[in-house]
């Protein structure tokens, strides 16, 4: 029987202990610091880490943290710690002890520069790990989410003469990196749903909402589009049959060459050949996230947005129920108000409401229907035919609405028409001006002619100004594009 590997032994017996302390952000902050200094893709490492340089690289953090300090959370950790102590408020001695502390409990670790001969600092192995935990939880993915077409297009390699085992592990390696993704960004909605329901003001995720469309434009558009596990299955289903039927000679050579590359996978495949389990796991995979993580992706998403979509009506709604309500209000603090706050409370009202017009109902007008009247209200199925006074009635108000109303379309056949019969450019002041609708036509011209739909006119603005009896502005010069 194989022994279980042990985490807390040796120098790692109180690993966790920094983070269950009273000051446990400051060591999270501090250890973020340091990986973002150490191993980030900004990181310098052209140069060891050395104590001051380790210092000078935490006393912001310690200093930011004293800032913000809550001293109520000095008392919410577990027992007492080296940082559990009053007299660790000089930022230098808090930047020493929490050196100390990440030393002693193996966060970090020391190591001999043979090149300066100076002593470095480092993460240990476990402390790299847990550390890139913390860093990545509050960093903003950078992932251009496109490990679906990465497992076709590693697949599409291995059907080449030159594929070999490499391309099958990068396609195995990319399936489960989208089941990652669509984990991550179910998790993500997941994360935006609870803080809606602990936080339910719009303000307040008005931020959040906004970084959820900046993400979902750099992300997930193309994750639910070209790289949409649904799209790609097929096409990853008929490689994979490909590569089942390939010659003997090149399954013997890939699956020998996979037993060497891939040897993490030795001990857990089953069946014939490692070659048939790594492409049975690759369509498997890929089965999942069609059949249950990509539905439960796209449901985590409309959830989200259902809840936004309420909390936002729902803000609307009492806002508009605020303003409804003002006149109560004002009657109410009125009405509580002594006579000389009552006249000023009533001139300042006074003139904000000058433009207002308000009546009273009357009381009489309003009578509650009897019950035969409820059923034939009911009941009522066909709508009434109008009368012949409110189908003229209805009539005239379309005409007057439509009388003034001229198509942009119509005016630029209109302007093609006398381009042709003059065959030279018009100018906006020569347009007739002897009825309404010419004087909209004349007024509307330049208007149509740059928004035509052929885009064949073109006006071009004069030096000159034009007035008449009915308006005056820029003149302006219509014609044929060249």
Not at 376 to 401: D, F, I, N, W
Request: with cysteine; net charge neutral; aromatic share 8%.
């Amino acid at each position: 029987m194989t022994r279980l590997p042990v985490f807390f032994e040796g120098e790692r017996q109180r690993f966790f202990r920094p983070l269950n302390s009273t000051r446990r952000e400051l060591v999270a902050g501090c250890l973020r610091a340091l990986y973002q200094r150490l191993h980030s893709p900004s990181a310098d490492q052209h140069q060891n880490l050395t104590r001051e340089a380790l210092r000078d690289l935490l006393l912001p953090v310690v200093r930011q943290y004293q800032a913000e300090l809550d001293p109520a959370s000095l008392s919410s950790g577990v027992g007492v710690d080296d940082l559990d102590s009053a007299a660790l408020d000089d930022p230098q001695q808090l930047t020493t002890v929490v050196v100390r502390v990440l030393l002693d409990d193996a966060w970090i670790e020391t190591f001999p520069d043979r090149n300066g001969l100076i002593t470095a600092f480092r993460f240990t192995r476990a402390g790299k790990l847990f550390a890139e935990a913390l860093w990545a939880l509050d960093r903003p993915s950078r992932s251009r989410q496109r490990n679906m077409r990465g497992c076709r297009n590693a697949l599409e390699a291995a059907l080449s003469d030159r594929g070999d085992a490499h391309d099958i592990v990068d396609a195995f390696e990319y399936a489960e990196k989208v089941l990652d993704d669509l984990s991550e960004g179910i998790d993500y909605f997941q994360d935006l749903v609870r803080k809606l329901m602990q936080t339910a003001s719009l303000h307040t995720q008005w931020d959040e909402f906004v970084e959820f469309l900046d993400r979902f434009q750099r992300d997930y558009a193309k994750q639910l589009t070209a790289d949409n596990a649904t799209l790609n299955r097929q096409a990853i289903r008929q490689k994979l049959e490909k590569l089942r039927a390939v010659s003997d000679a090149k399954l013997s050579r890939v699956d020998a060459q996979l037993h060497d590359i891939a040897h993490w996978a030795v001990g857990e495949f089953n069946g014939p050949s490692l070659y048939d389990w790594m492409l049975g796991r690759i369509e498997d995979i890929v089965d999942a996230a069609c059949e249950s993580r990509q539905p439960g992706f796209l449901k985590a998403m409309e959830t989200y947005l259902k809840r936004v979509n309420g909390l936002a009506l729902q803000s609307m709604m009492l806002r508009a129920g605020q303003n409804r309500h003002a006149y109560l209000s004002a009657i109410q603090r009125v009405a509580e108000s002594s006579r000389e706050r009552q006249d000023r409370l009533l001139t300042a009202i006074g003139e904000q409401i000058t433009a207002a017009e308000v009546r009273v109902l009357d009381p009489a007008s309003f009578r509650l229907r009897t019950a035969t009247q409820r059923r034939r209200a009911v009941t009522v199925s066909m709508q009434p035919r109008p009368s012949r006074e409110s189908k003229l009635r209805a009539a005239m108000m379309r005409a007057e609405t439509e009388v003034f109303s001229i198509p942009n379309e119509l005016i630029a056949e209109t302007l093609r028409e006398d381009l042709r019969l003059f065959r030279h450019p018009l100018k906006l002041s020569s347009l007739p001006t002897g009825t309404a609708r010419e004087v909209l036509r004349a007024m509307q011209a330049v208007e149509a002619a740059r928004n035509s739909a052929a885009g064949d006119l073109v006006a071009r603005r004069l030096p000159i100004r034009l007035a008449n009896t009915f308006y005056s502005g820029t003149d302006y010069e219509i014609d044929f594009k060249k």
